[in-house]
């Protein structure tokens, strides 16, 4: 329970919150996705089909299929979570914590005092 | 959200649309050569034929991939993923040494973005009359050039959809029955699938995709260090900036050689000012680069105010292009191409399994012989056909025999059953028995394989 000055005990911190959701998340969806594919889906039949030279028995299979299923959800919830966290903030859309769009000379034309045209290299 | 007079919002503007003027000059020549190439390879590969096949086919529903006149079945799977570890490290040396050359000139997301806002161009015009034709009102001339546009991007999008469903099927069948009007139904989704994709990222999200949802250029700054190759405004030399007459030195006006004329932010496709430093949103097309050479050759100013360099370069260090991160990724990328090519090039293009029979124990034959029933499963990855003999490793020490003669067509899988008999007193129980599967027309072509056979527990026992 260390807790420096500023930290709450018992209260997680982002990173912290953020891989809990991550790994608890993708759990519950390979639960799900792995109740899915086995419902429908015999792993023995796999054994004729399966290219790997060694037999795949059904306990195996649904281990293997569940823990295939919960490392891709945890990749997925990961790059998600990196993304959203690592790109712009709420209410980038009005313009909130974004620096103005970079100004735009107007043509030479309407502008003389701009000494070459601009339309010459279109 | 044109009603933005809210307190506090009424500072920022919306985010202006994006018009990318058109640039001429090296990097532009390069990107268009790269596209031509890129689209090229796309839309011609389908269309090849190599040793008999599509030069590049993923056969979903024959388990296997034909790839350059090579044949990749379900068991090569470890090729695909060795290529795609080639093709992470590949990227890593290539963002290590010269920055985002990937997301400049070979993403498909900007390949196809150019080739869009090519016949957009075609049909409107360059960017200031595409930005006047958008203000304009509705007219006959817009009404015109707009479904102008349409009508290439989505011809366009569905034939990329079309070519982009013939790496899955064959696409010569694939043209023949869009000709006849019986394209199926899944062949049908994916080209829309596809082409719908292709229309909307190339035609409207564009670089949005690049800004919002794309990993790699999110954590492609990890790669970098201060002597990678970035696309750079030089800012103690451009500083102060400002306007001029044509052919004032700029030591007479007391500036630095910006002139200021925003040219590198019309072209810059992702809209943003490469004079404010290196930005994550830089793509690394090059444009700018181009278009202000352009501008310090018309002003009669050295080139160079904008270009390729490094952080040490404009810090006025030296530059170090061999360093120990671009060693160690090339090392590792040069050992993986040449193992995965070497080891493609020796492996046995024959697999077998052999299963026992589970409906049977075994069979006790006259003269004391018990028989074994198994199912043999051969595939000939070979592009010839060939006959194999399957004999025990050590001769003699049991009789092998198959229904018919092991003869396989070239690419071909086939069952066969194999009765194999081993003297009673051979042993007891689970015996294991090394069988060598090989050609008879090339010695090369050989595979060993285990089986077990089941004999009689205890010796005169019966069972």
Known sequence: MASGQDTVSLRWNERRRD???????????????????????????????????????????????????????????????????????????????RKPAPQIKPDAAEDPEFGIDPGEWR | MSADSAPGQSLYRKEPKIYPRQVNGRFARLRDLAMYVLLGLFYVMPWLTINGHQAVLFDLPGRRFYILGLTFWPQDFIYLALLLVAAGLSLFFFTALAGRLWCGYACPQTVWTEAFLMMERWTEGNRQKRIKLDAAPWSANKLLRKSAKQFLWVTFAVWTGFTFVGFFTPIRELAQNVLSFSLGPWETFWTLFYGGATYANAGY???????????????????????????????????????????????????????????????????IDIREGLQYECIACAACIDVCDQVMDKM????????????????????????????????????LICGTLWSMTTRTPLRADLIRDRNALYRELPGDMIENVYNLKITNMDDVAHTYSLLPEIPGVAEVESS??????????????VRIRMPRDAGSGVQSLTLELSSEDNPDIRKKIDAKVLLPVSSGANR
């Not at chain 1, 594919?37 to 281990?63: C, H, T």
């Not at chain 2, 451009?238 to 007391?254: A, D, F, L, N, Q």
């Not at chain 2, 080139?303 to 090392?331: D, F, M, Q, S, W």
Request: hydrophobic share 40%; charged share 20%; net charge positive.
């Open chain 2, 205 to 271: 999200l564009r670089a949005q995709v690049c800004k919002y949802m794309c990993p790699y250029a999110r954590f492609q700054g990890a790669m970098f260090d201060p002597d990678t190759l970035i696309i750079s405004y030089d800012e103690s030399r451009g500083e102060p900036r400002g306007s001029r007459r044509k052919g004032i030195k700029p030591e007479e006006v007391g500036l630095g050689d910006c002139i200021n004329c925003t040219l590198c932010v019309q072209v810059c496709p992702t809209g």
């Open chain 2, 404 to 417: 018919r003669p092991l003869r396989l067509e070239a690419s071909s899988v086939a069952g066969f059953s």
């Open chain 1, 19 to 97: 891989i809990g959701i991550i790994i608890w998340i993708s759990f519950l969806s390979a639960c799900a996705g792995t109740f899915v594919i086995f419902a429908l889906l015999d792993p023995d039949a796999l054994n004729q089909a399966w290219v790997l030279p060694w037999e795949m028995g059904r306990k195996l299979a649904y281990s293997l299929g569940f823990l295939f299923l919960f490392c891709v959800a945890a990749i997925a919830s990961s790059l998600t979570t990196f993304m959203i966290r690592t790109g712009p903030r709420r209410g980038h859309h009005t313009g909130k914590g």
């Open chain 2, 300 to 335: 009669e100013y050295p080139r160079g105010l904008i270009r390729y360099t490094t952080e040490n370069a404009l810090k006025n260090n030296t530059t170090h292009v061999i360093r120990p991160r671009l060693l160690v990724y090339g090392t590792i990328l040069l050992l």
